[in-house]
T-cell receptor
Framework: DSGVTQTPKHLITATGQRVTLRCSPR?????VYWYQQSLDQGLQFLIQ???????AKGNILERFSAQQFPDLHSELNLSSLELGDSALYFC?????????????FGQGTRLTVV | AQSVTQPDIHITVSEGASLELRCNYS??????LFWYVQSPGQGLQLLLK??????LVQGIKGFEAEFKRSQSSFNLRKPSVHWSDAAEYFC????????????FGGGTRLMVKP
């Protein structure tokens, strides 16, 4: 158990809909990262938040957004969903925003868009 | 931009045999390198990491990896594979200049024959 909690574990929704994925980082970790794992794109970094502020952005679509709340949990919002958004979405956390520390991953949320 | 290549998509070894999974990276500065393992339906678990110092690093579950700067490689090894090692293995490099995100290789799926 990494200490990173993601909910829900599975999500099935229709095209055009909007969903919210939730992540609780390890206790004390200030940084949260979101990654997408799909068959065609592999594991891709989406976005990072550090202590409530956006720190880095990767290949995140404009239809997707994220935020980190004062209690440090994070949410990834996916809207106008398309079939191609079906993927495993991972959240990870680390103590700081930069430096030689590893990230700890949650078990992921599997999103299926039908 | 940094990149990670795992040349072998699939590898099959017999139980008890030795294992080497290849990883090559492209990164201008001193890299922070990681190996993660993903078992079916599970999240990503950190096996080992290299930040600096001794180029041979030991990890969990009997794995080790060797950093070779001249070859831009960070290959993962295990002297004797167990059936429970069947999983997908990901090599990753951290770009400290861009907020600590990880760039992953495409992964190597390991199958273990009895």
């Amino acid at each position: 158990d990494s200490g990173v909690t993601q909910t829900p574990k599975h999500l099935i929704t229709a095209t055009g809909q909007r969903v919210t994925l939730r992540c609780s980082p390890r206790s004390g970790d200030l940084s949260v990262y979101w990654y997408q794992q799909s068959l065609d794109q592999g594991l891709q970094f989406l976005i990072q938040y550090y202590n409530g502020e956006e720190r880095a952005k990767g290949n995140i679509l404009e239809r997707f957004s994220a935020q980190q709340f004062p209690d440090l949990h994070s949410e990834l919002n996916l809207s106008s969903l398309e079939l191609g958004d079906s993927a495993l979405y991972f959240c990870a956390s680390s103590p700081v925003g930069t430096g030689n520390t590893e990230a700890f991953f949650g078990q992921g949320t599997r999103l299926t868009v039908v | 931009a940094q990149s990670v290549t795992q040349p072998d998509i699939h590898i099959t070894v017999s139980e008890g045999a030795s294992l080497e999974l290849r990883c090559n990276y492209s990164y201008g500065a001193t890299p922070y390198l990681f190996w993660y393992v993903q078992s079916p339906g599970q999240g990503l678990q950190l096996l080992l990491k290299y930040f600096s110092g001794d180029t041979l690093v030991q990890g969990i579950k009997g794995f080790e990896a060797e950093f070779k700067r001249s070859q831009s490689s960070f290959n993962l090894r295990k002297p004797s594979v167990h059936w429970s090692d069947a999983a997908e293995y990901f090599c990753a490099v951290k770009n400290d200049n861009a907020g600590n995100m990880l760039t992953f290789g495409g992964g190597t799926r390991l199958m273990v024959k009895p």
